[in-house]
């Protein structure tokens, strides 16, 4: 008899987590022999060891992690989300050691490459999770645990029909609301005009945030390094827009 294959429903997506779509598609791929040789040199120090769930990036229930305990001192939190490469979170851990930055990715090619970055800078108050940031923020972490969170550039999913896919929603702005202590800040940004009017129409009608900024937009985050995929966007002229939003 041959093996029976498991039922998957007519509009089954694999990389639906739980009942609900994550905001990225992880793609298969292998790093380099240099991002190998980072990843395999530099984890045991930079990234965090967050219990699984059952998909790859998930987190297991009931696993916590405490600040504290995670950076071995107790500190403001940075936390940004979708951290790519790296070149903002290592610049800002370089500029300021008095705080923690937690970067979390999905991608280990970035992670290895950010990790690789940190070490070469001498940065050492910087942790990287590889995991869904949603849960991160929801469970992983105590509530009121970041001074920050910081979201840039996040994946746009320009198609209609896609952007139910968009990390910033309803749902995000609670989950958000928690992680960040009473008077932390929730930073943005984007080069899609139509994602940063949703995140704006979001977050001023969240709850949990009141506006960090006078007029239609926030001033340019002076912490946010200048990097080449924000150039490209200005290059093709896409305005980028910033929000910053205060936890009430």
Known sequence: MSEQKPFKPKN???????DKPVSFVRRSGRMTSGQQRGWDELSPFYLLDVPRGPAATSVAEGATGDPEQLFGRAAPLVIEIGSGQGHAIVHAAAAHPEKNFLALEVFQAGLARTMTAADEEGVRNLRLAEANAPEVLERYLPAGSADEVW????????????????????????????????????????????????????????????????????????GRILTAFERKGTAKGRAIRDLAYTRA
């Open 12 to 18: 089954y997506d694999p990389t639906t987590f739980r």
């Open 151 to 222: 979201v840039f550039f996040p994946d746009p999913w320009p198609k209609q029909r896609h952007q139910k896919r968009r990390l910033i929603n309803e749902e995000f702005a609670q989950i958000a609301a928690r992680a960040i202590r009473p008077g932390g800040t929730l930073r943005l940004a984007t080069d899609w005009e139509h994602y940063a009017e949703q995140m704006r129409a979001v977050l001023d009608a969240a709850p949990g945030f009141t506006r960090g900024f006078a007029g239609d937009w926030a001033e340019r985050f002076e």
